[in-house]
């Protein structure tokens, strides 16, 4: 239960991070956006009603002026005949004011005998020059936007014609420019968290689900595998975990097996080497047991303490590998020298097992290489000895040098059985012992194939045409 409820935290997080860095931005641009748009708005209606009123005002000063006044009386008369006459009432007033700022006469009939004194009456009717206001009516309290226009008589200022307009009707458009906006970011917002929903639902889950077998594979449940329904990076995520728990689990069973193997191997010498040493004390002790017997035991003694030894070695150089710690003390080389000495040893142990070893080296000599000979030599002496090992009921090993266009190559061939095809892929990995029962550690092969590749060659393993394996090691020349 703990473990579920940490890992719905962990998603939880992640699906949070995700919105949030997702989201943030997008949510602020749109408010931006919007915001300015609606700026946008407002100014056009207000600057399209200011500029209406503007040109009427300035149209109606015009013609009002056109007309010979020669009196205030006749001034009066004919503002109240033009405000009367004024056939827009429903959404404008209309007013005429005298040089002193009240108005004489106005559309609605509600202000007349007022002195609104705002800012527009007092730029038209001191400076006059057409003005304009937006703000609260000081007679009505209501938000007005007006322009007033100077009424030049005679060469002077005689009063003001005054266009007013109430904002209500304005902002009210206003209000609904401003929630049309607001209904569209919120429905824009609500599909990108929609989508974004379901984008991450679609990533957290099979996360969630690739972690729960991580888990899985980390408790010990090797070789468990995901049903892959993705075609994209998340399908290739899940393709690498199973293929991850597919060796992980190979890789066990194949060092379960190499345990058991080396414990075997290991267990067979020391038995042999414990049962001869205790056989050739109780002979000391009794004087008892002729000389051949006792060179018989002290020979099986040193034979099985060498195969301790080698198996101990193969063990060291397989951890050096596997850390990186797997080096080479290079030199110069006779190749052919060093895998000649190999020959020569083997042969005569191999007579004594009935086993004919033949070696070509050819007519071409070779300059040294630079090389690590040690290291060379044990793959010349693990060849020669799995040839006998796996090879040895052919009774012939062929053994060759030769130089082909900057390489020199060394095959050695067996007359046995041969390695099954379908192991030959298989036969250089660690611990890998396929259908043979010969005794061995099963990394020999790979430690030799990586002291070839440090010194820049190749180690092919096959079957030769006639039956039988053969090894090919080639190396570039100096």
Not at 54 to 64: G, I, K, L, N
Not at 143 to 148: L, P, W, Y
Not at 286 to 305: A, F, M, N, P, Y
Not at 438 to 453: F, N, P, Q, T, Y
Request: aromatic content about 8%.
């Amino acid at each position: 239960m703990g473990k579920t409820e940490k890992q719905t935290t962990k998603i939880y997080g992640l699906r949070k991070r995700w919105l949030v860095n997702s989201l943030s931005p997008i949510f602020v641009v749109a408010v931006l956006v919007a915001m300015t748009f609606c700026v946008i708005m407002v100014n056009y209606y207000y600057n399209m009603m200011l500029d209406g009123l503007r040109t009427r005002a300035v149209h109606a000063s015009d013609y009002f002026t056109t007309f010979s006044m020669n009196s205030y009386a006749e001034f009066n008369q004919y503002a109240t005949r033009f405000t009367q006459e004024f056939t827009e009432k429903d959404f404008l007033e209309v007013q005429v004011i005298g040089d002193s700022g009240r108005i004489i006469s106005s559309s609605s009939g509600l202000t007349t005998g007022l002195t609104p004194d705002t800012t527009d009456i007092t730029g038209a009717l001191q400076n006059g020059v057409l003005t304009d206001y937006r703000g609260v009516d000081p007679s009505t309290g209501e938000h007005i936007m007006s322009v007033c226009a100077p009424l030049v008589v005679n060469g002077r200022v005689q009063g003001a014609l005054r266009y007013v307009t109430s904002m209500s009707a304005v902002q009210r458009e206003i209000l609904i420019t401003v929630a049309v906006a607001a209904a569209l970011l919120l429905l824009a917002l609500t599909m990108v968290y929609v989508s974004n929903m379901v984008f991450i639902n679609n990533v957290v889950e099979p996360v969630a689900e690739v972690t729960e077998t991580a888990k899985r594979i980390a408790g010990g449940s090797y070789g468990a595998q995901m049903e892959n329904h993705y075609q994209d990076e998340i399908g290739q995520l899940i393709d690498a975990i199973n293929d991850m728990s597919g060796k992980i689990a190979k890789s066990e069973k194949i060092k379960s097996e190499f345990i058991s193997s080396v414990s075997h191997e290991l267990r067979t010498p020391l038995t042999a080497i414990n049962g001869w040493g205790e056989t050739l004390l109780e002979l000391e002790k009794t004087g008892g047991g002729d000389s051949e017997q006792r060179r018989r035991g002290v020979h099986i003694i040193l034979k099985e303490s060498r195969r301790l030894t080698t198996m101990v070695e193969e063990l060291l150089d397989f951890s050096k590998m596997e850390d990186g710690r797997f080096t080479l003390s290079i030199e110069q080389v006779d190749l052919q020298a060093e895998f000649e000495d190999a020959i020569y040893t083997y042969r005569e142990l191999f007579k004594q097992e009935s086993i004919e070893l033949t070696y070509d080296g050819g007519d071409e000599l070779f300059d040294p290489i630079p090389g690590d000979p040690e290291r060379l030599k044990q793959v010349f002496c693990n060849v020669l000895d799995n040839a006998a090992k796996h090879g040895g009921a052919g009774k012939r090993i062929d053994a060759a040098v030769r130089g082909d266009e900057g390489r020199i190559i060394i095959t050695v061939r067996d007359y046995g059985p041969g390695i099954p095809e379908a192991e030959l892929p298989f036969v250089k990995q660690k611990f890998y012992k396929g259908s043979s029962k010969a005794r061995g550690s099963g990394i020999g092969l790979a430690v030799c194939d990586e002291i070839i590749h440090l010194h820049g060659g190749t180690f092919d393993i096959g079957n030769a045409e006639g039956g039988g394996c053969l090894v090919t090691i080639t190396l570039p020349r100096a």
